[in-house]
Antibody
Framework: EVQLVESGGGLVKPGGSLRVSCAAS????????MNWVRQAPGKGLEWVSS????????YYADSMKGRFTISRDNAKNSVYLQMNSLRAEDTAVYYC????????????WGQGTLVTVSS | AIRMTQSPSSFSASTGDRVTITCRAS??????LAWYQQKPGKAPNLLIY???TLQSGVPSRFSGSGSGTDFTLTISCLQSEDFATYYC?????????FGQGTEVEIK
């Protein structure tokens, strides 16, 4: 059974940093592109970042470039999102999500971890 | 970035209705489009990919069509468990983008 379990969310002050993690199980992690998608309270889905299976290709949404860094450790079956210079508008549930193979959307999602940016 | 626009943003329907949701891309995306269903407090669930291919385990009352810039999601006979919010997503190019969502409410 595919499982994606996020952790590391919490309350952080504006300008602060936070790293969220995602532990994957139930599939060959090193074969899949992984994504982060977020959802602000009461709002729609927003794609954040993707990292290819071997970390060769990395992409970010424009509003997160230079502030967020995605990485992965295939030996630990984990993907991470380092978030710096956080703003109130970054407050959201952050979902870890697996890209389907061949590329055809996102086929599995974690339960999400809430990041709240507030003073 | 490619902009995805869904219509309507919300509507009310009754069990048994046939409903259609539209998604328009700001530029051609071939058939690189997915549809998701999301219920309150839950993660999204993939319904359709490649514009018209049903994800394994998804009921056959869901169908998708379209190519290029215009796409539709149809639910042929709305069930009580289908009241939710639906999102389209393009994965033709990065940054990937979602539509703003369509909430299907009970009439």
């Amino acid at each position: 059974e595919v499982q994606l379990v996020e952790s590391g969310g919490g309350l952080v002050k504006p300008g602060g940093s936070l790293r969220v993690s995602c532990a994957a199980s139930g599939f060959i992690f090193s074969s899949y592109t992984m994504n982060w998608v977020r959802q602000a309270p009461g709002k729609g889905l927003e794609w954040v970042s993707s990292i290819s299976s071997s970390s060769s290709y990395i992409y970010y949404a424009d509003s997160m470039k230079g502030r967020f860094t995605i990485s992965r450790d295939n030996a630990k079956n984990s993907v991470y999102l380092q978030m710096n210079s956080l703003r109130a508008e970054d407050t959201a549930v952050y979902y870890c999500a697996r890209g389907s193979v061949p590329a055809a959307g996102i086929d599995y999602w974690g339960q999400g971890t809430l990041v709240t940016v507030s003073s | 970035a490619i902009r995805m626009t869904q219509s309507p943003s919300s509507f009310s329907a009754s069990t048994g209705d046939r409903v259609t949701i539209t998604c328009r891309a700001s530029q051609g995306i071939s058939n690189y489009l997915a549809w998701y269903q999301q219920k309150p407090g839950k993660a999204p669930n993939l319904l359709i990919y490649a514009a018209s291919t049903l994800q394994s385990g998804v009921p056959s009352r869901f169908s998708g069509s379209g190519s290029g810039t215009d796409f539709t999601l149809t639910i042929s006979c709305l069930q009580s468990e289908d009241f939710a919010t639906y999102y389209c997503q393009q994965y033709y190019s990065y940054p990937q983008t979602f539509g703003q969502g369509t909430e299907v409410e009970i009439k």
